[in-house]
């Protein structure tokens, strides 16, 4: 008890002993340190739901507009494949086909061209293991949904196919490693994924179109991402 008195005693001689100035600049100081701590203490809250924010992101990865799915119609049955030659078509016929494409559906024509190449090789009747058609290769069920009539006609076909590039473009917000890879492989695939599925021939697919279109200044203007990205599960065949 004494020692408590003398340390108030001291205590109280030592505040006496300081200038109306030393007593206002200590408040001063005070009330520095006061709303320095306030200041980290907001600042660390904002860190903290910064931090939360981004484990949430993390934790639930994106997904793309579930659209109705593109390859879901009937199977319509077209005609045969014509029996004559199936050579490839002329460069001047192919430039009228994209152009005309193009302009209908305001997608590149170098974008067009490409995909046609790798699906075709330019020729109008060709026709794949899995049924698909035609210079764009749509498979039936796919061109009924896109309003061709008649996949081995060269202009139906490939407007039909520049009309799935569009509806694939605006799906995956102009990406066109995911378009592509959709184009190949489907949407569902491509949804699963949510990026390049990992399938050798969609991987090899989109690589090869990519290669020829990255100095094409009219697809980075229409599909600014053309990087090839390799993730997610294995998308299978």
Same mark, same amino acid.
């Given at each position: 008890?004494?020692? /408590?008195?003398?340390?108030?005693? +001291?205590?109280?001689?030592?505040?006496?002993?300081?200038?109306?100035?030393?007593?206002?600049?200590?408040?001063?100081? @005070?009330?520095?340190?006061?709303?320095?701590?306030?200041?980290?203490?907001?600042?660390? @809250?904002?860190?903290?739901?910064?931090?939360?924010?981004?484990?949430?992101?993390?934790?639930?990865?994106? /997904?793309?507009?579930?659209?109705?799915?593109?390859?879901?119609?009937?199977?319509?049955?077209?005609?045969?494949?014509?029996?004559?030659?199936?050579?490839?078509? &002329?460069?001047?016929?192919?430039?009228?086909?994209?152009?005309? %494409?193009?302009?209908?559906?305001?997608?590149? &024509?170098?974008?067009?061209?490409?995909?046609?190449?790798?699906?075709?090789?330019?020729?109008?009747?060709?026709?794949? %293991? @899995?049924?698909?058609?035609?210079?764009?290769?749509? +498979? &039936?069920?796919?061109?009924?949904?896109?309003?061709?009539?008649?996949?081995?006609?060269?202009?139906?076909?490939?407007?039909?196919?520049?009309?799935?590039?569009?509806?694939?473009?605006?799906?995956?917000?102009?990406?066109? /490693?995911?378009?592509?890879?959709?184009?190949?492989?489907?949407?569902?695939?491509?949804?699963?994924?949510?990026?390049?599925?990992?399938?050798?021939?969609?991987?090899?697919?989109?690589?090869?179109?990519? /290669?020829?279109?990255?100095?094409?200044?009219?697809?980075?203007?229409?599909?600014?991402?053309?990087?090839?990205?390799?993730?997610?599960?294995?998308?299978?065949?």
């Amino acid at each position: 008890m004494t020692r /408590s008195l003398l340390v108030i005693f +001291v205590t109280v001689l030592a505040l006496q002993a300081q200038t109306p100035a030393e007593i206002a600049r200590l408040r001063i100081e @005070k009330t520095r340190t006061e709303k320095s701590i306030a200041r980290q203490r907001r600042a660390l @809250k904002g860190m903290a739901e910064s931090i939360a924010m981004q484990q949430r992101s993390v934790s639930r990865p994106p /997904s793309y507009p579930r659209a109705r799915e593109l390859f879901a119609s009937p199977v319509q049955v077209f005609p045969p494949a014509p029996a004559t030659s199936c050579g490839t078509l &002329p460069p001047g016929q192919i430039d009228e086909l994209v152009y005309d %494409a193009a302009e209908s559906t305001s997608v590149a &024509p170098e974008l067009i061209r490409s995909v046609m190449r790798q699906e075709s090789g330019f020729r109008p009747c060709a026709v794949s %293991a @899995k049924g698909a058609l035609g210079l764009m290769q749509l +498979v &039936p069920a796919t061109a009924s949904e896109l309003g061709v009539a008649d996949a081995f006609d060269p202009q139906a076909n490939v407007l039909g196919g520049a009309r799935l590039l569009k509806l694939l473009l605006d799906r995956y917000g102009g990406d066109l /490693s995911l378009t592509l890879s959709a184009y190949n492989a489907g949407t569902r695939k491509v949804d699963a994924a949510m990026s390049v599925p990992m399938i050798p021939e969609t991987i090899d697919y989109v690589s090869r179109i990519l /290669s020829r279109l990255v100095d094409s200044q009219s697809v980075r203007d229409n599909a600014p991402d053309i990087n090839l990205r390799l993730m997610g599960s294995d998308g299978g065949k």
